[in-house]
C-alpha cells in the first residue's frame, strides 16, 4: 500500500518504521532532514511537503506534536487537503484538542475525504514494539479501513466513536490517570508518615476499594512494583510534561464544553509545580516526591 | 467465650449476632435500651455500663462512632478500663484517627492489657452477611489470637501492624477511593459532554491506565455496572457522609503527621458541599451529580 | 478625528457614543445590523467590513468578545490590516489572552502600524457614563498618542508597558480578585456558621489583614454593603460568566507560560460549577451561594 | 489589680511585662522556669500551678499554644477552675478552635465565672509594644470589664460578640488572609512571567477591585512594599506555621460545623507543603517561592 506518513519525531519514526517493515510504500515528510535520511535509507521515499507526500497516496497518517501542527499540516498551503485525492482515507494519530480534531476533519470532508482521529498510548517502547493501543474517532466502514494498517503499529485499536472521540476517550482516561497518580501518592506518603509499612498498604489498597493502575502497576512509592519507574529513579516511563500536556488538553476542552473538572485542574496545577521545580523531565509517578521530605 | 461487646450500631449490632450465633456468650452495652432488650431476647446479656461488660470477659470488642465515643468507653469511669483483667484481648473496632486509637492503646497496656484497632469496610450488608473486612492493627501475638473470633465476624481478616495501623490503612484506602470516584465523576461527565457514548468511555478506562475500582466496579454514571448504586438511583451503598467522615480522618492524620494532601482535601470540601446541598444521605457516588445540569 | 471603531457589542456601543459626542467622525463595523444602524442615526457611518472602516481612518478601535473575533477583524481578509494606512495608531479593547494580542501586534509591526492593547474594567455603566479603566499596554509614544481619545470614554488611563501587558494586568487584576471573592464567601459563610453576625466580622475583616475590595466595597453576603450587588439579589454587577471567562484566560496564559496557579485554577471550576447550576447570570459574588444550605 | 498570668512564652511574657509596667500585681505560672524567674525578678509572683495562680486573683488571663493546654490549664486537677474565686473575671488569649473555648466556657459558667475569649494579632512586635489587636468574645458586662486591662496590652479592643466569637473572627480572618495571600502571589508570579513590570503590577492591583491588605502592605514579590518581610529575604512576620496552625483550625471548625472551606483547605495544603519543604520558619509571604523558578 502506498502510505502517506507525516512526523516522524519519537513516536512517529518508529511507527513508520513498522509500517516499512510490513512491506508498505512510504512517503515521508518530516522537518527533522536526519530522521528523513535515516528512513529514506530504510526504504521510504521523502517528499518535500505534506501536500507532495499526499499525492497518490492511498492513505495518510500524520502524528505530530500539538494542534497547531495538525492545523497547518492539513489546511496549509502546502497541506496535505492540498495534495490529497478526494475518498483516500486519511487518520491522525496525534493527541490534541477534540475540537482541532473536528474542524479539520469538516474541512476535509468538504473535499470527500473522510479523517479520522486514533491517539495512542503506550509510548515509545510501544510504537517501536508495534504494541500501541489506538484510540479511534471513526465512522465504522472508515474503522475498518484503518484496522489492519493499525494493527502493524498497535496492538489494541478501540473504536471509540465518530471522530474526535479518539482523543475524548485519551483526555478523559489520563484526567483519571493523572489524578490518581496524585492520589495514591497522597496516600502512600501518609501512611509511611503514620507508620504503616508501605508495601503493607499497597496489598491493602490493591485488595480493596481504592485499587488502581497506579496503585497496582505503577506504584510511585519505589520498591513496591519492581518494574515501575519509582524503582529505577523515576527514570523512563511516561514523562511529567506529557501528563501536564494531556492534563492542559482535558482542561481546556471541559472550559470549552462547560464542564467543571476540579481535581482535574488541580492535578494539572500541581504537575505544572513539578515541572517548575525543574522535574518535569521525570516519570509522572515522582509527583510523589512532593509529599516527602527533600533529602 | 465470654465476650463483652460494646456499641451496637447500625455495625455493632448484626456483628454481635453473628457471634452469638456462633455460640459466644456476650456482655452487652449500648445506650440505646431497645436494641439491648432485642439482642438480650437473643441470648446477649445486658451490662450497666463498659466498665461491668468488661468485668470477667475474656475478651472485649468495641465498635464505636467517633474517637470521643472510643476515649469515653475505654477511659471514663465507667469505662473499660476499670473493669477489664490484665491479659485479656481487647478490640476496638471503630473507624477512628490512629492517633486516638495509639493514646487509649497506651493507656490500655498500662494495666497489662494488649489492645488492637480493627476497623472494618464492607458496610451494614457485610456486617449482616458476616463478610466483613477487617484491617487489623496488632502484635502479632493479638492478631493470631484475635484472628478466629474476628473471622465469625468477616472473611478477610488483614493484618497491617502494630496497632494503630488498621486505621492508617482503612484512611489511607479511602482516601484514594474518596478521589478516584471524584476523578471518575469528572471523566464520564466530561466524556459525555464531549460526545462519547458513556459505555465506550467506561469500557475504554476499564482496559486502559485510567482502571480504577471505581470505574470498573462502582461506575458513577448510570447504568454503566447494573449492580453499582448509580444503577439505582444513588441509594444503598457507601453514603457520601461516610466517605466525608473518612477523609475528614484522613486530613486531619495528614495534619497532625505535617503531612500535605492536596487533592484529598479537595475531594473532602467538594462531598462536604454535596452534603450541604442535601445530597449527604445518597451513595457517594452521586458526587457526579455535582458536575451534571441539575434536571 | 476620523475613527475606525469595530464592534459595537454591550460595551462597545456606548463607548462609541461617547466619542460621536465628543464630536469625533466614525467609521463603524459590527455583524448587528440593527445596533449599526442606530448609531448611524448618531452620526456615524456605516462601513461593510474591518478593511473598509479601517480606510482613510486616523485611528483604529476595536472592542471584541473573544481572540478568534480579533484575529479575524484584524488578519481576515478584509480586516483591518487590510485597509488601514501605515503608521496610523490602533488599539484593541477587547479582553483577550496576551499572546494573540501579540501575534496581532507584530503582523500589525510588520505593515508599520503600531498597535496598543487596552482591555477596560468598569462594566456597561462605566462605558456609559465614561468612567472606564483601561490597562494600556503601548510604547510611550502610542500611549500618549491614545490617552487623549482613551480619556473621552474613560476616567483612569493606566499605562502598564508594552504591548500585550494591558491585558496582562487585566487577567492578573481579575485572578485576584475571583479567587478573593471566594475567600470572603468562605469566611462569611463560616462565620455566620460559627454563630458571629456578618456585620461584625465584616467590621473586623475590614480593620485587618484580611480587607480587600471583595470584603469592603462587594461584600457577598446580602446586606453588609448596601451598594453591592449581594443586598439586590445578586443582580447587576460583574456577571459570573464574565469572571469564568477571565479567570479561563488566566490560567491559559499561565499554562503557556508553564506557571502554576493552583488557587486560581480552583475558583475557575468553582464559578464553572455556579454556571453549570444555572446562575452564571448573576452577579459573580453569588458564588458565595455554593456555600449556603439552599433555601 | 491581683491578675494571675498562666502562659509565658513569646507572646505571654511580653504582655505580662506589660501588666507588670502599668502597675498589677501578677501570679505567674508557666512549665519554663527561665522565664518565670525573669519575670519575678520584675516583681511577679511565681505560682505553683495555675490553680495557685487563680487563688486570690480578681482577674485571670492565659495565652497557651493550643487547644489541649487549655482544657489542662483550665480543666485540670491543678487547673484555674479549681482555684478560681466565684465571679472573678477571666479572659483566654490563646488563639485555638471556638468549640474548646465554648466548652471551657460552659464548664467556668457552671461554677459562677464568666469567661471570654479574646485572640490576639500582632505578632511578638505587637506583644512587645503593647500595640495588640484584641478579638473579645464576651457577653458585654465582662468586656467592658476587660477592656481597661487589655488596653494595656493592645490598642484595639474589639467587641465581637458571646464567648467564642473572638476566635470566629480570627481565624475567619486569617482564612481571608491566607487565601489572599496566595492569589496576589500567583498574580504576581505570573504577571513577572508574562512580562509586565512587578511595581506596575502591583499598582494595578492596588489601585483596583485585587487590591488587597497582602497586595498593599505585605506584597510578597521582593522589593514592592519596603518593610514587608518579602524585602528582607520573608524574615520576621508572620510566620507560616503559624499560618498553618490558623488554617488548620479554620478548617476543622468548619468541618465541625458542616461547611465547605475549598479554598481554604487547598490554602492550608500550600502552606503544609511549603513546611515540608523546610521552609515553614519563613514568614508566609514566602509562599511566593512555590511560583518561582528554584535559583
Known sequence: MNIAFIGLGNMGAPMARNLLKAGHSLNLFDLNKDILAELAAQGGHISASPREAA?????????????????????????????????????????????????????AAKQGVHMADAPVSGGTGGAQAGTLTFMVGANKALFDTLHPVLSQMGRNIVHCGEVGTGQVAKICNNLVLGISMIAVSEAMALGAALGIDSQVLAGVINSSTGRC????????????????????????????????????LATEAARQAHQPVVLGAVAQQLYQAMSLRGEGGKDFSAIINGYRKPE
Chains 1, 2, 3, 4 share one sequence.
Not at 500524520?62 to 492545523?71: D, E, F, G, I, S
Open 55 to 107: 499525492q497518490g497516496a492511498e492513505l495518510v497518517i500524520t502524528m505530530l506534536p500539538a494542534a497547531t501542527h495538525v492545523r497547518s499540516v492539513w489546511l496549509g498551503e502546502d497541506g496535505v487537503l492540498a495534495g490529497i485525492t478526494e475518498g483516500v482515507p486519511a487518520v491522525d494519530c496525534s493527541t490534541i484538542d477534540p475540537q482541532t480534531v473536528r474542524d479539520v476533519a469538516a474541512a
Open 213 to 248: 493502575w497506579s496503585s497496582e502497576v505503577y506504584n510511585p512509592w519505589p520498591g513496591i512494583v519492581e518494574t515501575a519507574p519509582a524503582s529505577r529513579g523515576y527514570t523512563g516511563g511516561f514523562g511529567a510534561e506529557l501528563m501536564l500536556k494531556d492534563l492542559g
